[in-house]
């Protein structure tokens, strides 16, 4: 005796069958990719690092281009230009740890805002005979979060930055990522005085080249104002969770 494929039964049933081969198939491949996903997310942490530090593939002739290291060359670079990794907790305490990169900022913050133990990541760097120290970066976006390191040397000037989002508005608060937003910050300093004031993305900015260095300003993105404001909040708020830290080697 067949089928009988008319009753609801049986369109019931063949459409949990399909429903229970597509979800196996499904959770087969996301198996499959979790660890090329992660390994991409590792590789991107490593490119952001080092972008800030000045370690890329920019080039005088592409001055709009954001080039970072391959992610087929970034493991070695990473190795060969970050000397120290360290882990500075709640209590101040710092260890080293060669996987600090993979701590995640955000759950990190978390962690604190509710008043629980947490860690916070920070590098050491060396180029050209100098020392950069990349801090780690969060905060919040007009319509969601953004991130980005910070680098600095012992004198608290900026040496470079690297900055992303989630879902900035395209062609406004997006360009935080673009080049010629991020090459604004370098030469900047988060001091004012003793005082770790971080650097302001200021809308009424009298010097839209940066060619003044020590005001604690760069030009704002045309459009993005809360972005902007989103940015400066966050190197500020970052700088001053490191501010214990960066007192011991801040050239006075």
Excluded: C
Aim: proline fraction near 3%.
């Amino acid at each position: 005796m067949g089928l009988n494929t008319d009753k609801n039964s049986y369109t019931v049933i063949f459409a949990a069958v399909m429903v229970i081969i597509v979800g196996a198939i499904l959770a087969s491949f996301a198996s499959g990719l979790s660890t090329r996903i992660k390994e991409n997310e590792r590789f991107e942490k490593q490119q952001n690092i080092l972008y800030a530090m000045g370690v890329s593939e920019n080039t005088a002739d592409s001055p709009g281009s954001v080039n970072r290291i391959p992610t087929d060359k970034v493991e070695g670079e990473f190795t060969s230009f970050i000397k120290e990794q360290l882990i500075i907790d709640d209590k101040g305490k710092i260890t080293k740890d060669d996987n600090a990169y993979l701590i995640d900022l955000k759950k990190e913050l978390a962690a604190k805002k509710k008043g629980m133990p947490y860690k916070l990541p920070l590098f050491i760097g060396e180029k050209d005979a100098k020392k950069f120290y990349v801090l780690p970066m969060y905060g919040k976006g007009l319509w969601d979060a953004i991130s980005g390191f910070i680098s600095l040397d012992d004198t608290m000037t900026v040496q470079g930055v690297y900055f992303d989002h989630k879902g900035e508005t395209p062609g406004l608060g997006a360009n935080i990522k673009m080049r010629y937003f991020m090459d604004d910050f370098e030469g900047e300093t988060i001091m004012k005085g003793t005082q770790y004031a971080g650097i302001a993305v200021a809308k009424g900015n009298n010097d839209p080249l940066n060619n003044t260095k020590d005001d604690n300003e760069v030009d704002a993105l045309a459009g993005a104002t809360i972005t902007g404001n989103g940015v400066a909040a966050m190197i500020k708020e970052s700088v001053n969770l490191y501010k214990d830290y960066l007192e011991t080697i801040r050239v006075k």
